[in-house]
């Protein structure tokens, strides 16, 4: 079993940056790739950003590319995301996650390849 938690989220204007930070514990051992969800009331949980764990390859939805930034640190077992630029549009719970399966390679856009889900953590860009 495989605890996350995840930490920073907040309030912030238009504009402005944010860190929110993903901590793994439990059996971590053979964790193949960490992502960044993020779902608002009524809608589905919308994908953000992934990153490999071994080598560090990042990807990024098309909506926050250039203004987020995805970062691991593996001894840690953490995974990172720099929110800069933010928008009202931003506004959502945000949701870290795990993928153990060699799968995560062509599924890790999706929720469905991630077995073991964070809490959330609340972000709200004001206007």
């Known amino acids: 079993q495989v605890q996350l938690v995840e930490s920073g989220g907040g309030l912030v204007q238009a504009g402005g940056s944010l860190r929110i930070s993903c901590a793994a514990s439990?059996?971590?051992?053979?964790?193949?790739?960490m992502a960044w969800f993020r779902q608002t009331p009524g809608e589905e949980r919308e994908f953000v950003a992934a990153i490999s764990w071994s080598a560090g390859r990042t990807y990024y939805s098309d909506s926050v590319k250039g203004r987020f930034t995805i970062s691991r640190d593996n001894a840690k077992n953490t995974v990172y995301l720099q929110m800069n630029s933010l928008k009202p549009e931003d506004t959502a719970v945000y949701y870290c996650?795990?993928?153990?399966?060699?799968?995560?390679?062509?599924?890790?856009?999706?929720?469905?390849?991630?077995?073991?889900w964070g809490q959330g953590t609340q972000v709200t860009v004001s206007s």
């Open positions: 439990g059996r971590t051992f053979g964790l193949i790739g």
């Open positions: 996650a795990a993928g153990y399966a060699v799968t995560w390679y062509s599924t890790r856009t999706h929720p469905g390849a991630y077995n073991y």
